[in-house]
Every structure is written in C-alpha cells, then in structure tokens.
C-alpha cells in the first residue's frame, strides 16, 4: 500500500516528465518555426553536415562563440561547405530558441532598395536585420562596392556588434581579397573578437 509521501514523490515524478516532454514539443516547433523563416535555401537545410576533420573543427571553434555578440568570417573557394556551416549554426541557434536570419549581400541590399519604392522605410528594412540573434550574410563578394552600399554594410554590422549579435560574414575570397573588399571598420569588428577563418580543404561538391 502505497503511503502520502511515496504517492506524493511518483506525482512529482510525473509531473516533471510531463514538463519535459512539454518542453521538448516547444523546442521542436520553435525550431521548424524559426528555420523555415530564417530563410536559409531548401538544400542547404536538407543536406547532412560535411565530414572533414577542417569543417568540424571550424564548426566546433564558431559554435563554441556563438551567443557572445561576435563577428565572424569565413573565406575560401566555392564548394568547401561554407553556407552549409551557418545552416548549422543557425540550426543550432534555432534550437535554443534563437531567432537566425540569413541573406546574401545582395539580398540585403536589394531589401533596403525596395524600400525607396514602398511605404516601408530604409530603417525599417535594416532593422529587420538588426533584430536576428545570429545573421549570416553569404557571398559577401557579390556586391557593387559604392559609398553606399559600403556604408550600409558597415551600418549593419556596428548596430549588430553594439547589440551584441552574432553575425557571420561568408565570402569566396582569399582573407587578404576579402580585407580589402569590406573594408577597416568591418575587419576590426571581425578581429576584435572572431577572426577570419579560412575554408582551405577541397570541395565537398567535387567529392559527389
């Protein structure tokens, strides 16, 4: 026969398993709600995360800094599994319950453009950007350098260092192409605290 406080203890028990898998539902819906808004290509999310010993080390260095506002970059040649990298880490910011958006340089560019021709605002386009825990910005090198289009680059990248964001710059440069094109402020913020990683192993695209 069961006394109180051994009924007591198997309800708390299941009480907190209830709590669990509550818990457990949350975070599955959050992360299918908040990949499939972060705008991430299709193929990338279904694609397995690459095998090589340089992609998991990197993988592992990025994730362990992620959540600390840094800016981060990673050159190298097309194919060696650079954007499948931030669809992991944004995968993994998702599932701690973390908002990650990602563009291009171009798509970013062309969202604040559309802008001058709507009833949204060029503040409102950015700051839609801005709100990300993590923002990826891929092909870094697609871009017409101007005075504008640099300064809005270096606009979004100080408001998201300021507010301790995490943002990811991903390019097909060498670091020395990639320095130059983006400029001093944006390679400061990088250096300050997270460096330019180089993709230098050989493409995973050639492998299939």
Known sequence: MLNLKTFQSFNAEEMAAREREAEQRARTVNLAKYM???????RHQLQAEPTGDGWLDLYRRMSEKLGTGVVLAVVGPRGTGKTQLGCHL???VAEAG??????TALGFFLEVKESFSSKTSERA???QFVRPS???IDEVQERNQSDWGDTLLTHLVDR???DMKDTILLGNQTPAEFIKHVGPSITDRIREGGGIAEANWGSFRAQK
Do not use: C, N, Q
């Open 134 to 136: 993590l923002l990826i």
């Open 160 to 162: 998201r260092y300021g």
């Open 90 to 92: 944004s995968r993994r």
């Open 98 to 103: 973390r908002r990650p958006v990602y563009t």
């Open 125 to 127: 386009a950015i700051d």
């Open 36 to 42: 499939s808004e972060s705008g991430i290509p299709k």
